[in-house]
């Protein structure tokens, strides 16, 4: 029976982390989908804006209030969460604050944890009235429904619930060492959950290595359950903002990949000594599928980015197209194209690993036709991205498939193409009526 806490304590351990690890393989799987590209290009400056980004946190701070209680939970989450690694010795060995004997380097780091822990509580109430009280436009959009709210608060009090037991912990902690008690040695320093010890004043010796027990046990599951719930919710960007930064795109904001089929016949057209009628050399790739309609033709840093996703909803609100009330909303396209790559996840898991033709694809039954065409192209969502999601890439590559595959533009879009085509010029005018209007009085 002595070893029984332990023994629980690693069935917990085990069946956590093993949990987590098969939530990682799906995900790779899912992932890994979408079509092969090459991003071996430039590493030192990918590394450079991984370090930025998502380790400096520099396009949060854009907005400075968000931006630094982001930095204050983030920081805090990475720091305090130090400690699990005493927890899981503590819990696996039965020994108390393995690390006391750091003394007086180990009384810092616990009064840094517990600052620190007071600090992310604050700053997760602001997010909440943030949230819910005053309710930020970009926070009530449709796609936001539902549960993505619902997500999203679950997560801050997730995150407040774990500190609160954090602080707890040591408060019970605190008053057993005031008192002596044999298993709870001097060590750390607790100038917030000094704070709270008055409350406890009074216990007896076993209530308070009750309090301080269940407290420590709920702490840890708690950290457990933070981690696996992360598959589902959209706080994956804590795991995947590094990959996802060092992976965005690094050509210029306004240069769009072109296809080489397509660039061949180009170049084969404007060649004066080519043979139009020329069969294709037969190595010549041509792809099975001009741009994409699901989520398997498009490629598996698109679909890293739609796991990324915040849904923040910075890219939405800089959206113009959205500011002028039209449907498109840059972070749908992502929570979309995440949605329809779970479903085929799912899909190819109920079919023993092959894919079963469920009917559906992500164009029309996620993304409409409509919130394609309200896209100006401008980049202001990819600028605005914290984590380096590229939704227009998304876009272009379904308006692709539409104007490639089923000559499916918008009206306006053919009747410009037929006029340069024909005139050489956006406007149906013949080339040599062009200058008329400067010869008006």
């Not at 079963?356 to 309200?374: C, F, N």
Request: proline content about 5%; glycine content about 6%.
């Amino acid at each position: 029976m002595e070893y029984l806490p332990n023994v629980i304590f690693a069935i917990l351990l085990v069946f956590g982390i093993g949990y987590f690890a098969r939530n990682v393989g799906r995900l790779k799987r899912n992932i890994f989908l979408g079509k092969d590209v090459d991003v071996s290009d430039n590493k030192p400056l990918r590394w450079k804006n991984m370090a930025k980004i998502a380790l400096g946190q520099t396009k949060m701070v854009v907005r400075p209030i968000p931006g630094i209680l982001h930095i204050i939970v983030y920081v805090g989450f990475v720091i305090i969460n130090i400690e699990v690694l005493e927890i899981i010795i503590d819990g696996l060995f039965g020994t108390h604050r393995i690390f006391a004997g750091l003394g007086k380097v180990y009384d810092f780091l616990i009064a840094s944890f517990e600052i620190l822990a007071l600090l992310v509580i604050i700053a997760v109430v602001v997010f909440w009235i943030r949230r819910n009280v005053i309710r930020l436009q970009r926070f009530l959009k449709p796609e936001m429904e539902g549960w993505p709210k619902k997500d999203g608060n679950l997560i801050l009090y997730i995150e407040v619930v774990l500190m609160l037991l954090f602080l707890t912990m040591n408060a019970a902690d605190f008053q057993l060492q005031q008192l002596g008690s044999a298993h709870y040695v001097q060590a750390g320093a607790f100038p917030v959950s000094a704070l709270i010890a008055p409350l406890l004043q009074g216990m007896s010796e076993a209530n308070l290595i009750l309090v301080e027990r269940i407290a420590w046990w709920l702490h840890i599951s708690g950290i457990l359950f933070f981690l696996n719930y992360l598959y589902y919710s959209k706080h994956l960007h804590i795991l995947l903002a590094f990959p996802n930064t060092y992976y965005g795109k690094l050509r210029p904001k306004g240069q769009f990949k072109n296809l080489e089929a397509v660039t061949n016949e180009v170049k084969l057209m404007m060649d004066p000594s080519a043979d139009p009628f020329a069969a294709p050399a037969e190595d010549a790739p041509v792809p099975e599928k001009f741009g994409a309609s699901d989520v398997k033709d498009l490629d598996w840093v698109q679909l890293l980015n739609a796991y990324t996703c915040t849904e923040c909803g910075r890219c939405t609100s800089e959206c113009p197209a959205n500011q002028t009330g039209k449907k498109l909303s840059p972070r749908k396209i992502m929570m979309d194209t995440r949605d329809r790559l779970e479903e085929v996840g799912k899909n190819i898991d109920l079919n023993k690993g092959t894919f079963k033709d469920d009917g559906k694809q992500l164009l029309d039954d996620y993304i409409t036709r409509e919130e394609l065409w309200a896209c100006t192209s401008c980049n202001a969502c990819v600028e605005a991205c914290p984590v380096s999601i590229d939704p227009l890439s998304i876009i272009m590559d379904m308006r692709q498939y539409l104007v490639m595959e089923q000559s499916a533009a918008p009206s306006d879009l053919n009747n410009m193409m037929g006029n340069i085509e024909n005139n050489g010029a956006p406007w149906p005018f013949n080339q040599m009526d062009r200058l008329n209007w400067s010869q008006e009085s």
